[in-house]
């Protein structure tokens, strides 16, 4: 098994583009579309996205749930919840590694080999940014450390600024810094 390390990649881009088994999309807790990224998504994807989504009943912050990609390169969605930022206090941390680990545990269960996850919570949900990356990171490095089947995580950034902040929280997590392929 190669090492998280070698299985990790911080792209720059649009996870609607990724032509990995899955994506991620940082949903709200009706998973009944949004904007941002959960926008994006849901258009690129196509309306049958929604009508799937529909028949599951929402999902708790914290947790996951999958569906097909429908029009996305993308053959799956896994749907995850990431928690608004309240100051820091009210399990922010927490739930936001948890989206991580389920999302991850819900790839494997469906044979998921390659994906893509977004930087969930920062945006609307205004988790800061540089805590998220480190979260983001030390999570997909910890499931990888002990699940072999994974073979590549992407961290899709979405502009220069999310990059920069992953490059930092490798270089915490690592103790190195990252380098490209
Ligand atoms: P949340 O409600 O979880 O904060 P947002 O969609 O508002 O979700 O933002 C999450 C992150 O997704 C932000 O960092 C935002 O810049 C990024 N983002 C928005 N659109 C895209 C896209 N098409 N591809 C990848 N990332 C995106």
Redesign the pocket.
Known sequence: MKPAKERIRIVE????KQETDAIVN?A?SSLLG?????G??HRAAGPELLEECRGLGGCPTGEARITKGYRLPAKHVIHTV?PVWRGGNRGEPELLAACYRNSLKLAVEHGVRTIAF??????????P?DQAARIAIKECKAFLDQEPSIEEVSL????PA?SDAYRKAWREVFGEEYREG
């Open positions: 881009g649009d996870i609607t940082a709200n949004g904007g941002g990224v959960d994006a998504i990431g977004p930087s969930i919570s920062t945006g609307a949900y205004r988790f940014l899709v950034c979405f502009g999310a």
